[in-house]
């Protein structure tokens, strides 16, 4: 999950179970009734973890401040 905290932007809910994997990624916005969106490459996992792919301002914007949440 993440959260940009130093401006506006959606909560942002990936998991492997929707398939976090190379190419797009489903992803579910805590904040809206939209369903999930499907048609970004937002995240990828490493085996140390995770790299964000997208650059935007509400999951990775350019000297942005987020919150994230990652259990394995």
């Known amino acids: 999950m993440v959260k940009r905290v130093d401006g506006t932007g959606d909560w942002n809910l990936f998991d492997t179970a929707r398939g976090i994997n190379v190419g797009y990624d489903p992803v579910l916005e ?23 792919n997208n650059i935007g301002t509400s999951i990775n914007g350019n000297g942005g401040k987020y919150l994230f949440l990652a259990i394995a």
Do not use: A, Q, R
């Not at 805590?30 to 964000?52: A, K, P, R, V, W």
């Open 30 to 52: 805590f904040n809206s009734s939209d369903s999930e969106i499907t048609n970004n490459d937002f995240i990828d996992t490493l085996s140390s973890g995770f790299i964000i």
